[in-house]
């Protein structure tokens, strides 16, 4: 959690106050996450860097818009080789796939991890907050 030493005020009011926003929405936007800074085994960086970015985003801009399929992981929908644009870049299937690779014991760790925070915030932590946490735990 980057935010916590940043916000002004308690993160579990921040969350309450996204929540309820959310509710008067009549369409939620998407949310989408990326690590641009995932390593190989041998700890090389696997995506090339900042000026291939846009092919992952435009993914996420056709994602949004229905132009785009992917695959379904237990922490949401990923792309797929074929949904990014490579022309021009040389980047092989294999080392896609090691990319996007979903690690079931690395996601285990990260939420387990969040327990301290949760408990910390627990007398202002909104419920959907928990309910999302242990649906997650569920699909890991």
């Not at 040389?90 to 925070?117: I, S, Y």
Request: net charge negative; charged share 30%; aromatic share 16%.
């Amino acid at each position: 959690m980057a935010m916590l030493p940043f916000c002004g005020y308690h993160m579990g009011d921040y969350f309450r106050h996204w929540i309820r926003m959310q509710r008067s929405l009549s369409e939620t936007p998407r949310v989408f996450h990326v690590n641009w800074f995932r390593k190989d085994a041998d700890g090389n960086f696997m995506w090339p860097g900042f000026s291939e970015n846009m092919r992952v985003l435009k993914w996420v801009v056709d994602r949004a818009h229905g132009r785009s399929l992917g695959q379904e992981t237990p922490i949401g929908w990923t792309p797929r080789y074929e949904d990014i644009e490579w022309s021009g870049m040389d980047f092989p299937k294999e080392t896609f796939e090691e990319l996007q690779a979903f690690d079931h014991g690395a996601w285990r760790q990260e939420v387990l991890g969040q327990e301290e925070l949760f408990l910390d915030l627990h007398d202002r932590l909104p419920p959907e907050m928990i309910y999302e946490r242990e649906l997650l735990i569920c699909r890991l």
